[in-house]
């Protein structure tokens, strides 16, 4: 335990100032970190903002059709092949081309476009160089000196898959080889996507440029009329820094045994792989694709002159009803549906921001060619899993393991280590509450693969007595998630000194899987763990 009293006074303060809430969540102090030594870095306040037209990743289009039959159906699915390699791409104008990795010639890599109920195969191919972009940390668990250096596995996060095509991270392979994945799509329309799992390395992997979006659409979706085509935009944003040379930069600790560090945050934004970009729209309704793909940057997004925007979809899907919000919080891994009404700013320029930082500019036309898109009043209903539902409640505890020096040697689920035994192992088609007990200062995004949940409550409880007594002292009462959350979610925001619980139905594919921080720098260090869903 260390600094009880301090956390307290700090969080006494923030409750009675009324902050509480906004102000942890976007809490991601620095102090305590391991140090971070960098070189000296490219300025990129000294760059132009918004001189680069916003790229749209291509939509990616089957090689073949594969044609799958058992006994009672015969069908053919689309087989796609995608490519990771090390590449050079330009960032900015007035930045040389970056040495990158990503697929097929892109990063982000190409955006998959696929139906609910229409399975496709994906062959991931690991072309990359042998020698890693940046320095492997072979102190970290799985990526020991007698590994390859550099490894992939692809998982897609969000989609319902059969666990031998979850990419679990132990099933990376190196270059020169492939994997053959089946998705069945079998889940409502959401955004999904696709990132690097590969044990020990997922943080380097990830910033070096490797992951892409894929969506899910079904009949549903289609009967909304939402904006389409060109009138509906993926943004992916992520924070990177670069050297003097204008490559990407990953920073390292002062101890070259162990380079690892417990969080990263580049001061240059990306968006769809440009450095704050802009982008020409009319003035019309548009739906924005959201992902946050930074490894530990939580994205605090909100519109210049606070013009609202509606929320109308989750991590995994639409919610009841589309949500307005001047300002958004969205952590690594997940996803925001926006639906934006520029019909209003005719001519202007709004600028989408996070705190200080500048993300990207939209350039509003004069005229609405598309003729101008509306708000559904209503969405998709969203049936609430009930807590008498639940067969099982796990305490589950999130938590920081430092070194003498009170630096963060590493992360912790549960007090467990990646390499223990099985302790979550939920019956197949059971209802669980998992609470996430959160005693570090930071706020940590968990994430499930292989199913969906939903966000029941938070509420601030006293870490000290937990430890003393075993048993959990609430401080104040529970609070619900906003409108915005109430929707199917993967990944949810676990704030510190709280209890957060989240109720699933593990309803989909038996196996080994695993549920993790989606902070990739905690998720490469301990803070993941397998888990199974036994079947009945
Ligand atoms: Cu986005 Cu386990 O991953
Ligand atoms: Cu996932
Ligand atoms: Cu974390």
């Known amino acids: 335990m260390r600094k009880g009293s301090l956390r307290l006074t700090r969080r006494a303060f923030l409750e009675n100032s009324g902050l509480f809430l906004a102000n942890v969540a976007v809490a991601q102090s620095v102090a305590r970190k391991r140090v971070a030594i960098a070189p000296p870095l490219l300025k990129l306040d000294s760059l132009a903002s918004f001189v680069d037209p916003l790229p749209i990743p291509k939509i990616i289009q089957p090689v073949r059709t594969v044609s799958l039959s058992d006994k009672t159906i015969s069908t053919a699915l689309p087989y796609y092949r995608l490519t990771m390699q090390e590449f050079e791409q330009k960032v900015h104008r007035d930045v040389k081309p970056v040495r990158v990795w990503g697929f097929d010639n892109s990063s982000p890599g190409p955006t998959f476009e696929t139906r609910k109920g229409s399975g496709v195969r994906v062959e991931w191919v690991n ?304 209802t669980e509450i998992w609470s996430l007990l959160n005693f570090t200062d930071d706020s940590h995004p968990i994430h499930l693969h292989g199913v969906r949940f939903q966000v029941l409550d938070r509420r601030s409880f006293e870490p000290e007595l937990y430890y003393h007594g075993g048993t959990i002292h609430f401080i104040g009462a529970p609070v619900a998630p906003g409108p915005n959350e109430m929707g199917w979610k993967d990944t949810v925001q676990a704030h510190p000194g709280m209890v957060t619980r989240i109720i699933a139905k593990f309803d989909a594919y038996p196996g080994r899987f695993v549920w993790h921080c989606h902070i990739l720098e905690h998720e490469d260090n301990e803070m993941m763990r397998p888990y199974e869903i036994l079947e009945s």
Not at 170 to 183: E, T
Not at 215 to 220: N, S
Request: charged share 20%; aromatic share 10%; proline share 7%.
């Open 127 to 430: 072309q990359l160089p042998t020698r890693h972009l940046f320095p492997v940390d072979h102190s970290v668990h799985g990526a020991e000196a007698d590994k390859p250096e550099v490894r992939t596995v692809v998982h897609l996060h969000g989609g319902k898959v059969p666990p031998a095509s979850d990419g679990y991270p132990q099933d990376w392979y190196a270059s020169g080889k492939s994997a053959v994945y089946h998705y069945p799509n079998q889940q409502d329309a959401a955004a999904l996507w696709y990132h690097d799992h590969a044990l020990g390395i997922t943080r380097l992997n990830v910033y070096a440029g490797l992951f892409g979006l894929f969506l899910v659409r079904d009949d549903f979706e289609d009967g909304l009329d939402l904006p389409q085509g060109k009138y509906e935009i993926p943004l992916m944003l992520y924070d990177r820094s670069f050297d003097r040379e204008g490559q990407l930069f990953y920073p390292v600790s002062g101890d070259p045994r162990s380079p690892w560090v417990s969080e990263v945050f580049g001061d240059g934004i990306l968006v769809n792989g440009k450095l704050v970009p802009y982008l020409e729209v009319e003035p019309r309704f548009y739906r924005f694709r959201v992902l946050n793909a930074a490894n530990g940057r939580f994205f605090h997004l909100a519109l210049s002159n606070r013009a609202s925007f509606y929320q109308i979809g989750t991590d995994l899907g639409l919610l009841a009803r589309p949500v307005a919000l001047e300002s958004l919080l969205l952590a690594p891994g997940e996803r925001a549906d926006l639906l934006v009404d520029f019909s209003s700013h005719r001519g202007e320029s709004l600028v989408l921001t996070t705190d200080s930082l500048r993300i990207m500019q939209f350039r509003v036309g004069q005229n609405a060619e598309g003729g101008k898109a509306s708000l559904p009043p209503a969405l998709r209903e969203v049936a609430r899993l009930s807590e008498g539902s639940a067969a099982k409640t796990r305490i589950l505890t999130l938590g920081e393991k430092d070194a003498i020096s009170g630096m963060a040697e590493m992360m912790l689920l549960n007090n467990a280590h990646w390499s223990m035994p099985i302790s979550e192992n939920p019956q197949l088609n059971s």
